[in-house]
């Protein structure tokens, strides 16, 4: 029996892509997972969570990786619907993989509802949604590390020419990198969601 686990990463940055990342194994390997010490990947150092995407790619049977641009989550915020971006995207995870069952991390504040969204979009495949699943099942924590990497092997590469701290709001080094950028340039870089309450700000005011 063939298991997926799907989580993000990035969903709350104001800038870089939102990662949404999918694994698939036969049931009985799961303890494989357990034994690698596979874990939330909040809950780990990002050397750790290194080594253990590698060791998890070895493992599982299949994986997908999907990037998801920030103009395209522009567009969805526009449209009120970037949970429903998030379904679409899962789905599709799902329909590459192809999987007996699936367990996702919901971002939704309806966890039933954000599964059976995703069923439909996936031609009705079996659906377990959850919150906090990347701490409950060790299929999305695998995921949840494939993702976080993924997005931080991203955000390292844009530092190569900015300092942009960390991309969340919270962080007064990407408010001041965002805010110098649009006084110097009048515009957005390309990887900055300008959608964003903090984003919007920053345009009002300068």
Same mark, same amino acid.
């Given at each position: 029996?063939?298991?997926?686990?799907?989580? *993000?990463?990035?969903?709350?940055?104001?800038?870089?892509?939102?990662?949404?990342?999918?694994? =698939?194994? *036969?049931?009985?390997?799961?303890? #494989? /997972?357990?034994? /690698?010490?596979?874990?939330?990947? #909040?809950?780990?150092?990002?050397?750790?969570?290194?080594?253990?995407?590698?060791?998890?790619?070895? &493992?599982?049977?299949?994986?997908?990786?999907?990037?998801?641009?920030?103009?395209?989550?522009?567009?969805? %915020?526009?449209?009120?619907?970037?949970?429903?971006?998030?379904?679409?995207?899962?789905?599709?995870?799902?329909?590459? /993989?192809? +999987?007996? %069952?699936?367990?996702?991390? =919901?971002?939704?504040?309806? +966890?039933?509802?954000?599964?059976?969204? &995703?069923?439909? /979009?996936? *031609?009705?495949?079996?659906?377990?949604?959850?919150?906090?699943? *990347?701490?409950?099942?060790?299929?999305?924590?695998?995921? =949840?590390?494939?993702? #976080?990497?993924?997005?931080?092997?991203?955000?390292?590469?844009?530092?190569?020419?900015?300092?942009?701290?960390?991309?969340?709001?919270?962080? =007064?080094?990407?408010?001041?990198?965002?805010?110098?950028?649009?006084?110097?340039?009048?515009?957005?870089?390309?990887?900055?969601?300008?959608?964003?309450?903090? %984003?919007?700000?920053? &345009?009002?005011?300068?």
């Amino acid at each position: 029996m063939q298991i997926c686990g799907i989580d *993000d990463a990035g969903r709350g940055p104001m800038l870089g892509p939102m990662i949404i990342a999918g694994i =698939s194994l *036969d049931k009985k390997n799961l303890k #494989k /997972l357990n034994a /690698l010490g596979v874990k939330d990947s #909040k809950k780990l150092t990002p050397k750790l969570r290194e080594h253990l995407y590698k060791k998890i790619i070895e &493992i599982v049977d299949d994986y997908y990786i999907a990037k998801i641009s920030p103009r395209s989550i522009d567009a969805s %915020v526009k449209k009120h619907c970037l949970n429903g971006l998030e379904a679409k995207y899962m789905a599709k995870v799902v329909s590459k /993989l192809n +999987p007996d %069952v699936s367990y996702v991390d =919901s971002c939704d504040v309806n +966890p039933t509802r954000f599964g059976k969204e &995703i069923s439909k /979009l996936s *031609d009705n495949h079996k659906i377990k949604s959850y919150h906090r699943a *990347d701490s409950r099942f060790v299929v999305v924590s695998a995921a =949840s590390i494939l993702a #976080k990497v993924t997005r931080d092997r991203a955000i390292t590469k844009l530092k190569k020419d900015h300092n942009l701290g960390s991309g969340y709001p919270s962080d =007064s080094v990407t408010v001041k990198f965002v805010t110098k950028y649009y006084k110097k340039n009048h515009e957005m870089p390309n990887f900055v969601r300008k959608s964003w309450k903090p %984003v919007q700000r920053i &345009i009002e005011n300068n």
